[in-house]
């Protein structure tokens, strides 16, 4: 079980960005995959999950409205759309799966893509 997250960089505030996570060893439709995000001197933060099924979808209230959350079947890979980004977004994402359906966790976590908000 593998999950790369890829698409970070450096944005200046109200920027976008598209991350993607390409999976391997499992097959993503099956199974719920988050992303997560931590920066220096904070927790971890769940950002955003995804189930299977019917897709339906989870968003830490500090990127609702602002972060999205989709999933391509076909190229195994998770997406976060990320616009109006602000400063405090700035941390490493990581996309993760318990390989349970509707549930997201951190038993598989991928290597992160850094995303630096400033200007």
């Known amino acids: 079980v593998q999950l790369q997250a890829s698409g970070g960089g450096l944005v200046q505030p109200g920027g976008s960005l598209r991350l993607s996570c390409a999976v391997s060893?499992?097959?993503?439709?099956?199974?719920?995959i988050g992303w997560f995000r931590q920066s220096p001197g904070k927790e971890r933060e769940g950002v955003s999950c995804?189930?299977?099924?019917?897709?339906?979808?989870l968003y830490a209230d500090s990127v609702k409205g602002r972060f999205t959350i989709s999933r391509d079947n076909a190229k195994n890979t998770v997406y976060l759309q990320m616009i109006s980004l602000k400063p405090e977004d700035t941390a490493v994402y990581h996309c993760?799966?318990?390989?349970?359906?509707?549930?997201?966790?951190?038993?598989?976590w991928g290597k992160g893509t850094l995303v630096t908000v400033s200007s």
């Open positions: 993760a799966t318990d390989l349970e359906p509707d549930h997201c966790g951190t038993a598989y």
């Open positions: 060893g499992f097959t993503s439709d099956y199974y719920a």
């Open positions: 995804i189930s299977s099924g019917d897709g339906s979808t």
